[in-house]
């Protein structure tokens, strides 16, 4: 089956301009997380969604970051006003969601972010 | 949040040699999870283990949860093995999941 796929690969965009990044989880997982890889690090927890619950912000940097997820599956990370220091890879991840909570992770293969 | 530390942060092995890569959380974690990202930045999912001791191939992982530690055994090592080792948990509050900062392996010819 289909992993979780992400677009674009790549994105090169001018400091100031808003970016949408964009995820396809795996289908049937309820759970979605957005990570953050700057070079050379380990990954950053951005956002977590969950069925219709409210999403858990509680790790994005600024409210320049914001997330959707439409219909339970596809999610969109927006930044606005795009910054330097927003250069990163950023990372989707999907799972299935139990009793006990999230289940194993699988990830993309990330969009890697150039602000120039 | 929760700390994670991964020991050792860089690895030279030459290939055919074994190695154990320890991960240590600052609190009870669960969901513990072992990936390797390939030199394309792809994090591969080695192992789901939040408790015990599993193993496929070459590989595997033990977790002592009541001691909060992980370890990645990898056996007869070989060059595509080289790459970053991560290992991960959720708390058992909120839904962040915890990253170490890697385990950079190289495994020479």
């Known amino acids: 089956g289909a992993g979780v796929s992400q677009s674009p690969s790549n994105k090169v965009t001018e400091k100031g301009k808003d970016v949408e990044l964009r995820c396809d989880p795996i289908s049937g997982h309820t759970a979605l997380y957005w990570y953050r890889q700057s070079l050379g690090q380990g990954l950053e927890f951005l956002i977590y969604f969950q069925g219709n619950s409210a999403p858990d912000k509680s790790g994005l940097p600024s409210d320049r970051f914001s997330a959707e997820r439409t219909g339970g599956s596809v999610s969109t990370l927006t930044i606005q006003r795009t910054q330097q220091e927003d250069s990163a890879v950023y990372l989707c991840?999907?799972?299935?969601?139990?009793?006990?909570?999230?289940?194993?992770?699988?990830f993309g293969p990330g969009t890697r972010l150039t602000v120039t | 949040g929760i700390q994670v530390e991964q020991s050792p942060p860089d690895l030279i092995l030459q290939e055919g040699a074994n190695s154990t890569l320890r991960c240590n959380f600052s609190d009870s974690v669960n969901n513990l999870q072992w990936f390797h990202q390939n030199p394309w930045g792809q994090l591969i999912n080695l192992f789901y283990i939040p408790s015990g001791t599993k193993q496929n191939g070459r590989l595997s992982a033990t977790t002592v949860a009541t001691e909060r530690y992980s370890l990645l055994y990898i056996s007869s090592s070989q060059t595509t093995d080289s790459g970053v080792y991560f290992c991960a948990g959720g708390g058992n509050t909120g839904n962040q999941f915890y990253f170490g900062t890697g385990t950079s392996l190289t495994v020479i010819p």
């Open positions: 991840a999907s799972s299935l969601f139990t009793a006990g909570g999230p289940y194993e992770q699988y």
